[in-house]
């Protein structure tokens, strides 16, 4: 009978020093990469979300004057000048969008305050977006009584009013309608510089949203009689 040698099991190769610090700064490296194209996405978001909330805000202002019969109006203080832009922001500082009705049409016509319905609306609006412009926009509706009446003084205006621009107001009226307009919005991230535009035809409420296209031009090239003068110098 032949005895044969006992075997040893074979010897497993393990890791070394270097190649397990190489897979830790691998996975760092792929951590931080996930982590970057996660906020980056969540920053773009921002301005996305505040579209669709500014969206909405139009669509329950809307509805709200129809269902209680009382005028609704939004201010954006950002787009207003002067005296109604410091007046604005002693009231509502820090804020994108202000949301105003006429409580008490009967008894004070003409006079608006805060509608706390909306006070969702505004915090929401506010972290998210800035307004960058205002400008009469969507589907033409026919002037109201309000919008063809001549101005008012400022004197002359109602306890709690002041004399505004046309086109920094939107104006919702019970009977469903509303004024046409539309705004530029842009992220309150600075690394975002997409702007985007909400549109709202006063007559219909159609709402239509769209990024704007950066028309940024290059400047021309000087002309070859200056490039040459330039270069002889």
Sequence with gaps: MTLRPHQLPQRTRGFTLIEQLLT?????????????????????????????????????????????????????????????????????????????WEADPAGAPGVFQDLPDAASYVQSISELVSIQQVQPGGQSVEPTAEAAAPEVEASEAPAGETSRSPFSVVNFYPDGTGDSVEIVLTSRDETDVRRITVRLAGLTGTIRRQAVADTTEPEPPAPATEAAAEGLK
Aim: proline content about 3%.
């Design 24 to 100: 830790v700064v691998l996975m760092l490296l792929l951590l931080g990469a996930v982590v970057y194209n996660f906020s980056t996405a969540a920053n773009g978001a921002r301005l996305d979300e505040g579209a669709m909330q500014m969206e909405s805000l139009f669509r329950f202002a809307r509805a709200h004057a129809e269902s209680t019969g009382k005028q609704v109006r939004i201010l954006f203080p950002e787009a207003e000048s002067g005296d109604n832009a410091e007046t604005l922001v002693a009231e509502a500082p820090g804020t994108t969008v202000r949301v105003m």
